[in-house]
């Protein structure tokens, strides 16, 4: 009996012992692929992010008052109450039109190669100029932005304290800019999965470590990889097999839009995965609302691999390791209008 208890405590140290290597040898791998978001916010380019800036850019994300019928703001689309992104899905604009693809989140957009599901804008800065443009959407000009903006003295103040060495502070690239500066800070740090990159080896429970060795060894991380985890390259949707047509819509070709190339048809940024377990439902059609659903179609059609239930939940599990902490924003209280404020527009 003394015997088969010493044995018993022998394999049990050696176990012990290997346990931390195995979870250390993990971490380095996801080291090598990953990135933890920072805890401070991240510089843009050509765009200076200053207090004053972000104060701004909060008001005008938040503000109705850009969109022609004066009813939809920026938050419409991406409600930072639920995981930068609307409810449905596809979001609902000008007139009760619906848009042809699922809102992207605005949380970390910021760490993203390009912005839109197909990468049309370049920056966080191009990105805030198309919906307040486009029909579908917030259907307004520069000019109604601008002529709204200025009708209120309250605005113009702090356009001044926001960019002090322009005579006319009040202009659309400026209105973009401050939006830029403040979506730079709806950064999300700190999830488990940001501890275990940062080398607390307990953050993770061994169902998140294995579906994160899966989401390696499978091939998941070839494309969602970096800070975002994904939102860094372009990839066709349906490598092996195209999922049906209400998941991939035939006539939305994605990125061949901006590059007319034939060989970008169905190619879309990969999504960033960042939060994803906030934000169904998933994929640019918006018709998937199960996230272990949306593991088992990204296996079959971009791996051509059949995960096994007990795949799918442990890659599951380890998507949502990567909610970080939420930004806490408190609603602005915005400048009053004037008789010369223009008037809603159906």
């Not at 969109?67 to 109450?81: M, Y």
Request: hydrophobic share 40%; glycine share 8%; with cysteine.
């Amino acid at each position: 009996m003394k015997r088969i208890v010493l044995y018993a405590a022998i394999v049990l140290v050696l176990l012990g012992a290997n346990l931390p290597l195995r979870a250390e040898e993990l971490m380095q791998s996801a080291k090598q692929t990953f990135k933890p978001i920072p805890s401070i916010v991240p510089s843009v380019k050509n765009n200076a992010v200053t207090h004053e800036k972000i104060e701004l850019g909060k008001m005008l994300f938040f503000d109705p008052r850009l969109s022609a019928s004066q009813i939809i703001s920026c938050e419409s689309c991406h409600n930072l109450s639920t995981g930068g992104v609307d409810a449905g899905p596809t979001s609902i604009g000008h007139a009760w039109q619906k848009g042809p693809r699922r809102a992207p989140t605005v949380l970390n957009a910021v760490f993203n190669i390009a912005q839109f599901w197909d990468g049309r804008a370049e920056d966080l800065k191009a990105q805030a100029k198309g919906p307040m443009q486009a029909g579908v959407e917030m259907n307004a000009t520069p000019a109604l932005v601008e002529k709204t903006l200025l009708s209120m003295p309250g605005y113009v103040e702090q356009f001044k304290k926001a960019f002090p060495e322009e005579g006319s502070p009040v202009s659309f690239d400026n209105v973009a800019k401050a939006i830029e500066a403040f979506e730079a800070t709806l950064i999300t740090p700190a999830s488990h999965f940001d501890q275990f990159l940062e080398g607390d080896a307990n953050a993770l429970n061994e169902r998140e470590k294995d579906g994160l060795k899966l989401f390696m060894d499978k091939g998941c991380s070839a494309c969602h990889n970096g800070i975002n985890v994904g939102g860094r390259a372009y990839f066709p949707f349906g490598v092996v097999e195209k999922p049906g047509a209400d998941i991939l819509p035939p006539n939305d070709k994605g990125r061949f839009a901006v590059t007319k190339t034939a060989s970008d048809e169905y190619v879309f940024r990969a999504g960033p995965l960042r939060n994803v377990a906030l934000r169904a439902p998933y994929f640019h059609s918006g018709q998937v609302w199960s996230l272990k659903q949306a593991v088992a179609i990204m296996g079959a059609s971009q791996l051509g691999q059949k995960l096994t239930d007990q795949e799918e939940d442990s890659i599951v599990a380890f998507l949502q390791s990567l909610t970080g902490e939420q930004p806490r924003v408190d609603v602005p209280i915005l400048p009053v209008r004037t008789d010369s404020t223009p008037l809603p527009k159906q």
